[in-house]
């Protein structure tokens, strides 16, 4: 049978298929699917973990036990990822394990293009780099009995347009693997130094015999007979390249499966057969810098840009080709900025702090959008959980100067995945430092994925929740507080008292996400055209809901809530909670 998948889709059908047994991973665009459709499942056992350093610690736990296990994130959830990952390397498994990396190329839900090509050549892992869904699926299951075979975690490679492309997936019926024997194994398992040591050399034995292993697979492939130039491509280069050249006679196209270790002799062969050799790879020169290292001739770019994605337009202009067939949209679509939602329970804490000309140090979700206009409320974001450490590093340089007038804002996922520690460092480290946790009761940004502070896990099912008023009071910190972000004077009075304090404080800013299924909208507000003075100030709570009409504020109904926020602003009583006009 088949079936039209995207690319995550397919990717969590590869590991069904393959007798996975566990999946732990933390969401993240563009990989958050890949465990969401694992998760529907029965056989394999799938779960929402506090980070990617733990779902992939997990994971190892589960391949030790004998299960075949795999964890999924985007490419910077791999930085975390990293510090286990570097020694699994060493360690090799007993069952399969695959690693699964979503890059992000243009950013368009990140804030690096990070190439985690990178990761699996400094870590000595073999990578497979699938071009559409199909091979997604196929890829898993080729990832598996490559990490049995060679006693290695095995890296998938994916990106956002491979990701969430469709194309049509054979389906098969699932291997039951069962679980491999466990045998204690000291000298394998516990890396040591002495242990560590006698590793290395069979990572290195590992790495030669996975490159001879890349010059026969049939992962990597040549297509067409062309003499005149030949392109060497993987993942969703490889699709642009077809649709460029569509069968051109003259071009010949190595496309690689197996981006790692790369296949070099037939590489060269490749290259030496045709009149120009031209690599084309998003992001960092990967591929180039490993042939010309080689000693292969190869361009790349010199023709193209290492920022951004491609696509065939792109790929024409390279080759002198603007009449070459480019699909694109005759349409213009209209530009929509990323907006907080009409009565995002964030809007009323930003528009009080921005108020408040607070310096605020910012996080990784969907609050990071309270920095564009009109709020401007925050000041920075670097990475999960750095709000919290980084404003510790500012108080701790300008002292008293910043305590009364700087705080950070970190999600509740957030916070779980890497803010706890930051806090425990301003408990244990001394600063008076204010941290805002904007409790939203969900995992917002991905797509409302459950956390440990739901209460619920990935199925929905009633789980252990964190408390976190317990939590930050048991990592030290004595001020701790709960408002309501609707009301905008509470929140302004517990961010003035608790920066006035003399000591560290937590303020928890909750309210649930207006989008979950369970929380009810009330009457949409409308203003009086009769009252209304066009002073603008509700436009200050950059509110989608409310926009200026024949110099008047007006409020959409079908977009506005009733959260009231914009209420509390109006000096003339213009607001209110039935039609007014």
Known sequence: MRKLMIGNEALARGLYEAGCQIVSSYPGTPSTEITEFAATYKEIKSEWAPNEKVGLEVAFGASLAGARSACCMKHVGLNVAADPLFTLSYTGVTAGLVLIVADDPAMHSSQNEQDSRHYAIAAKVPMLEPADSAEAKAFAKEAYAMSEQFDTPVMIRMCTRIAHAQCAVELEDRIETGLRPYVKNPQKYI?????????????????????????TSELNRIEGTGKKIGIITSGTCYQYVKEVFQNDPDVRIFKLGLVHPLPLRKLRAFAESVDRAVVIE??????ETACKAAGISVEGKNLFSCIGEFNQAVIAKAFGLPDAPCYHLEASVPVRPPVMCAGCPHRGMYYVMSKMKLTVL???????????QPLNALDST?????????????????????E???????GDSTFMHSGMTGLVNISYNNTNSTVVILDNSITGMTGHQQNPTTGYNIYGDPAAKVDLEALCHAIGIRRVRVVDPYDLSACEAALKEELAAPEASVIISRRPCVLLKYVKAKPALSVDPAKCRSCKKCMGLGCPAIHMENKKACIDPTLCVGCGVCEQLCAFQAIGGKDQS
């Not at 500012?394 to 100067?401: D, I, L, Q, R």
Request: glycine share 12%.
């Open 191 to 215: 890396m040591t130094p002495a242990n560590a040591k006698n590793r290395h050399p069979f990572v290195e034995k590992r790495m030669s015999e996975l490159a001879e292993l890349a010059e």
């Open 282 to 287: 998003e992001l960092d020169p990967v591929i």
């Open 362 to 372: 910012g996080d990784i979700g969907c609050y990071t959008l309270g920095s564009a």
């Open 382 to 402: 670097l990475c999960m959980g750095a709000s919290v450490s980084g404003l510790h590093g500012f108080n701790k340089a300008k002292g008293p100067e910043s």
């Open 404 to 410: 009364g007038k700087t705080v950070c804002v970190i």
